[in-house]
Each structure stands twice: as C-alpha cells, then as structure tokens.
C-alpha cells in the first residue's frame, strides 16, 4: 500500500487561462477577473492509493474543497478515515494541509491584489501615494511608463 501526498488541483495554468481570456476579450482587467475568480477554490485531496490504484476515488480519500470568498467549505471523509479505521490518523496531516494551503492561497490572493492595483494605478495614470504603502515601498520606485 502507498500513501499519496495532498495535491492542489490544477485544471489548465492560470497565465495560459489569463493569456486566452485576454485575447478573446482584449481587456486587461476582465482578464484578470477572470483568474482571480478561479484562484478563490482551493481543493486539497489525501488518499491511500492501494495496489493498482492511479486515482483517487470515495472512500479512499479525504476531500476538502475551501471557496477562499465566500468561506465555503465542503468536507468529504472517506471510509477509510473515519475512527477506528486503518487510516484514521491521516485526518490530522490532512487538516495540516488544509491549514497550511489556505494560508498560502490567502497570501498569495493579496499578493496578487495589491500587484493589480498598482498596475491599474501605472495604466490609469492615478497618483500613488508618495509616502511608503503599507508594503515599505515609496511609489517614486515604480517605473513610470508615461
């Protein structure tokens, strides 16, 4: 028997989905709605993989599926986790993966926020503040490209 590691599902890259969405639609800013959109869902899968096993299935994984907007979360707990079940210490390395993608996601969301003001703020020709943000950095160290 093998134990499988937690994954993130991915269905195609972001900036291949961004790129698309940008020349179908020639807006920068739908565009972008677009990929924070699918960078808000967060699914987090454990599994036991047993012998011929290449997918994971019901009742052999633990599936968390986390909406980073709306705070929805949806928990589903195969039989082979529940208590008293061969791999029922596996729950806790999956509410550590859980926890710990999260908080990236989250980090990374913000990440992405505060990159898409400041070049909406570059684009528009909007003043930046010039004291330093609340990153540390001052604005008059931005490129200009006017």
Request: no cysteine; hydrophobic share 35%.
């Amino acid at each position: 028997m093998t134990y499988a590691n937690s994954s993130v599902t991915v269905t195609a890259s972001a900036s291949v989905r961004f790129q698309s969405k940008l020349k179908e639609s020639k807006n920068f800013g739908d565009a972008l709605v677009e990929i924070f959109s699918d960078l808000v869902k967060l699914e987090i899968v454990t599994w036991v993989a047993h012998e011929g096993d290449t997918t994971h299935k019901t009742g052999n994984r633990l599936r968390t599926t986390i909406n980073l907007i709306d705070g929805d979360i949806e928990n589903e707990i195969g039989a082979d986790f529940l208590q008293g079940s061969p791999y029922a210490e596996l729950r806790d390395f999956h509410e550590t993966q859980v926890d710990h993608g999260s908080e990236t996601i989250a980090n990374n969301l913000k990440t992405l926020v505060d990159i898409g003001q400041k070049v909406t703020g570059l684009l528009t020709g909007e003043d930046e503040n010039e004291d330093e943000d609340a990153n540390g950095l001052s604005s008059d160290r931005l490129p200009s490209f006017v």
